[in-house]
């Protein structure tokens, strides 16, 4: 939008304050965040309404108020000023089940937007060859700079640490007015260095940055979207002509479920693909994984998307994977599956006493066209959704929560946090 030099500087500032007052309003009460624009008030009010579509018809709009902190004016108090009306996407998390996400369009106002000083984020131990994704043009909040050059760190506004491979070389600076962010994205049992747990790391981290939805900064490996679709149940079960399909490359897991699913195949067909596949013609490299999810189209009713460990929240993209399929997921992990997750759109293992339980379940759905239905249906209701993309990235809830009022806590004990009860080391639903 063109402004004149005065009044772009007027609508900047106030624009400023209003995103940052809202950002934090719903963070705490609602977990809303906007994907392609920004709500800007009316300046000098102490309310931000919203157009929000009706839950009952898609075609109604009822209004929303929101309170904010009034923003003022170093020219003194704006009389009104330009800006463009649009329509964007409006993404929440589910109140009941926190790893689904709804969509709203709504109608907000937008204008030139700055965001204030300039973060610059270091990474320390950057878990991958290739640069990191260092945009943050996705984001409401995007006045942060990344790097992962760690002569950087001592200047850095917030250091990122991935913890899971940590060399013994690494120390932590001791500068107490830098945020430091313990991350990692496997399981407590795949943490390969006790490095974070050393005495000179004791009450260095500020924030935690994980899958679990307990973390300062939760990145669950995905979420789904609902999108309340349909599917033409007879036409999906007319041409699936095999029962359980699984593509797995680790063999020998914390979870065992490479003994589960043995168990499992005395009693029904399990087709496994991949380092681990029961048949030469059962190949599935990375380079063919699409071809491979395509099966789940058109031959298999079931996948088994079964976790290397039964960790708290840990649920990996074996199961969001399905969402971009119509065969249904079979989950066997330790996560809350019934509270992240809406009944309905997978079938748990943890509900059945044994595998041969499971396997005399799975026959029946597979002669009962109604039963099959229901899970066909209620599962078609959500879709994949790759939230790298909204403002759910780590980066975007790491970009505002350093914009925002920066709350200074401690992890005195890091190892106490990652391992005590949240996982199970010895399953409980494999044969004596």
């Known amino acids: 939008m063109d402004c004149s030099y005065r009044g772009c500087f007027v609508v900047c500032v106030v624009t400023s304050l209003a995103a940052v007052a809202l950002y934090m309003i719903m963070n705490q009460s609602l977990n809303v965040f906007v994907v392609g624009g920004f709500m800007l008030p009316t300046p000098n009010v102490k309310h931000l309404s919203l157009l929000e579509v009706t839950q009952k018809k898609s075609h109604v709009l009822h209004r929303q108020s929101v309170d904010i902190t009034p923003a003022g004016s170093p020219h003194g108090t704006i009389k009104r000023f330009e800006a463009n009306v649009k329509q964007v996407s409006l993404l929440e998390i589910s109140q009941k089940h926190p790893l689904v996400l709804h969509r709203k369009s ?76 313990m991350s990692g994205w496997e399981s407590p049992v795949h943490y390969h260095s006790n490095t974070i747990f050393r005495s000179d790391w004791n009450g260095r981290f500020n924030w935690t940055l994980t899958y679990r939805l307990d973390s300062d900064i939760p990145f669950p490996y995905n979420r789904i979207l609902y999108t309340g679709g349909t599917v033409n149940i007879s036409d999906v079960l007319r041409r699936k002509s095999r029962s359980i399909a699984w593509f797995v490359s680790n063999c020998d897991t914390p979870s065992k479920r490479e003994v589960y699913v043995k168990e499992l195949q005395k009693y029904i067909g399990v087709d496994i693909y991949g380092a681990c596949r029961n048949s030469k013609s059962f190949d599935c490299p990375k ?94 209701k959500y879709e994949y959704i790759d939230t790298y993309r909204t403002e759910f990235d780590w980066k975007c809830q790491l970009c505002a929560k350093l914009h925002g009022n920066i709350a200074r806590k401690y992890y005195a004990d890091m190892k106490q946090w990652l391992n005590t009860g949240t996982c199970l080391e010895q399953p409980k639903d494999l044969p004596l």
Not at 318 to 337: C, E, H, L, Q
Request: proline share 5%; hydrophobic share 35%.
């Open 106 to 181: 709504v109608k907000i106002t937008s204008a030139c937007l700055q965001n204030g000083t300039l973060k610059h984020i270091v990474w320390m131990n950057y878990p991958r060859v290739d640069k990191p994704p260092t945009s943050f043009d996705h984001c409401n909040v995007r006045s942060c700079k990344m790097s992962i050059n760690e002569t950087l760190i001592s200047s850095a506004d917030a250091v990122v640490v991935y913890s899971v491979n940590l060399p013994a070389s690494k120390h932590p600076n001791n500068n107490m007015n830098q945020v430091w962010i």
């Open 287 to 380: 380079e063919r994984f699409v071809h491979c999810l395509g099966l789940l189209n058109t031959t298999y009713r079931f996948y088994l998307s079964f976790e290397n460990s039964l960790c708290k929240d840990y649920i990996t993209e074996k199961f969001y994977n399905t969402f971009m399929t119509s065969a249904i997921p079979i989950v066997r992990g330790g996560a809350d599956y019934a509270r992240l997750l809406p009944e309905g759109t997978f079938i748990n293992t943890a509900s059945f006493d044994s595998p041969k339980s499971l396997a005399k379940y799975i026959k029946y759905l597979e002669r009962n066209e109604t039963a099959m239905g229901y899970f066909l249906a209620k599962k078609h």
